[in-house]
Each structure stands twice: as structure tokens, then as C-alpha cells.
């Protein structure tokens, strides 16, 4: 009888430990998994406004005279914003994203070979105008908060982020008056 109750208890502390590192394995797998979900999104959003971008505005006088080109900038940032529609999901929620989250650059292609970096210089009016090998980028980043913050692998917020970078496209502009 002695032996039978010795085995019960090793066998439940053996379980406390086996539980303990399968849970922690558990949550960490669920928090990567919804940081890939998240991440998914942010790329889903950084896309929506690269392409909304890449249409920008004509802005031409009374005579017909192009003045200058408009990115729309205000317009980008809503569009990422709610790009997963006007409730969200569940998940994260781009909807109160500040504005220094979503970071939006004209970039020039230097090279001509049609690869842009975040350190190439800036699109002039006129190259914008002309849409001269000018590209848009849209960078959104999010504060991803873990959901099982205890979990050793993860850190309680981790920031994710995600970019775009579309050509200007010259046959698509748009055309305003001033």
C-alpha cells in the first residue's frame, strides 16, 4: 500500500512539471501565432495606401497648366487605417494608429534600375509631374501587446512593421484645379 501511494505522488509532480513547460510552449506558439496574423495585416494595410498613393493628384491652374502634383497624404493614412473595414479585427486595430506610425516617402529612383531604399533621395515636383522612375513608400508600424505577456520567449509589446513601395504610376494621373 506504501509503494502504491509513493508512485501517485511521484506521477503528479512529474505531471506539474510537464504542464508547466507545455503550457509555456503553448502560449508562446499562440502569441506568434497571432503576431504573424497581425503582421499579415499591416502588410495588407502598408499596401492599400502604397496603391492608393501611387495615383497622386494633377493640380493645374485655371488655363489648364499643370502647377504641381498632391500625394494626398491625409488620404493614405485613412486608407490604412481602415483597411480591414470600419470595425477592425478583433485582433489589432489600425482605426486609432497615430500619424508618426505611418510613415509615407516619394522616393527616387537614383539608378534607374528600379530598386528604391528608404535612404534614396526625394521625388521633386517635377519628377512627381512626370512621374520620372519616382516611387512611393508607406512604412505602418503597430505595438503588437502579447496576449500571454508571462510567456519567456516574447517581451510584453513587441513592435512590428511592414512597408510598400509602388511606382508612381504617370499614366493614371489625376487631374484637379487649383
Given at each position: 500500500m506504501r509503494k502504491h501511494k509513493r508512485t501517485i505522488g511521484q506521477a503528479l509532480v512529474e505531471f506539474a512539471i510537464a504542464i508547466t513547460l507545455i503550457f509555456l510552449l503553448l502560449s508562446a506558439a499562440v502569441d506568434l501565432?497571432?503576431?504573424f496574423f497581425t503582421m499579415?495585416?499591416?502588410?495588407?494595410?502598408a499596401q492599400e495606401g502604397a496603391f492608393?498613393?501611387?495615383?497622386?493628384?494633377?493640380?493645374v491652374d485655371s488655363n489648364g497648366v499643370p502647377t504641381g502634383v498632391s500625394i494626398r497624404e491625409n488620404e493614405i493614412r485613412k486608407r490604412v487605417r481602415f483597411e480591414s473595414g470600419d470595425r477592425g479585427i478583433g485582433i489589432y486595430d489600425l482605426r486609432d494608429?497615430?500619424?508618426?506610425?505611418?510613415?509615407i516617402s516619394v522616393l527616387k529612383?537614383?539608378?534607374f534600375d528600379g530598386h528604391v531604399s528608404a535612404s534614396d533621395p526625394s521625388c521633386t515636383q517635377e519628377d512627381m509631374?512626370?512621374?520620372?522612375?519616382?516611387y512611393i513608400r508607406v512604412e505602418v508600424s503597430y505595438d503588437y501587446n502579447a496576449f500571454f505577456p508571462f510567456a519567456p520567449v516574447l517581451r510584453d509589446t513587441v513592435t512590428l512593421r511592414a512597408s510598400s513601395i509602388l511606382k508612381i504610376?504617370?499614366?493614371m494621373l489625376l487631374f484637379r484645379n487649383s
Open positions: 501565432g497571432l503576431m499579415q495585416g499591416l502588410r495588407n494595410a492608393f498613393g501611387s495615383f497622386p493628384v494633377v493640380i494608429l497615430p500619424d508618426d506610425r505611418i510613415k529612383d537614383t539608378n509631374l512626370t512621374a520620372r522612375h519616382c504610376r504617370s499614366d
